[in-house]
């Protein structure tokens, strides 16, 4: 199992756009093999600054999504909205043995 972190900082004005564009892309993502669960989350002091946490069941299976039509057509209507590019960290479990 993976999770990904995405990290994004939405323009002033733009947060109503970005709300109605994220829904659609978890909805999206959600039908995608491999998909087991996905969150978003606003920092508390900036509303603007967007975290989503989706968790997949392999890497093979977020990089079909993140190669997807639907997901770079989602990307291509959300880069408008923000201030600048986003950004992507995938987690992989450690295998540390106590």
């Known amino acids: 199992m993976i999770r990904v972190i995405i990290e994004r900082v939405i323009s002033e004005g733009k947060l109503d756009d970005y709300h109605a564009l994220i ?57 408008p909205l923000l201030e600048s590019d986003e950004k992507v960290i995938v987690l992989e479990s450690s295998n540390i043995k106590s």
């Open 23 to 79: 829904r659609q892309a978890k909805n999206k993502a959600s039908n995608s093999a491999g998909f087991l669960t996905g969150e978003i989350f606003h920092v508390k002091d900036n509303p603007n600054h967007v975290i989503v946490m989706s968790c997949w069941d392999s890497f093979d299976t977020w990089e079909v999504w993140a190669e997807s039509e639907q997901r770079l057509d989602l990307l291509d209507a959300m880069r």
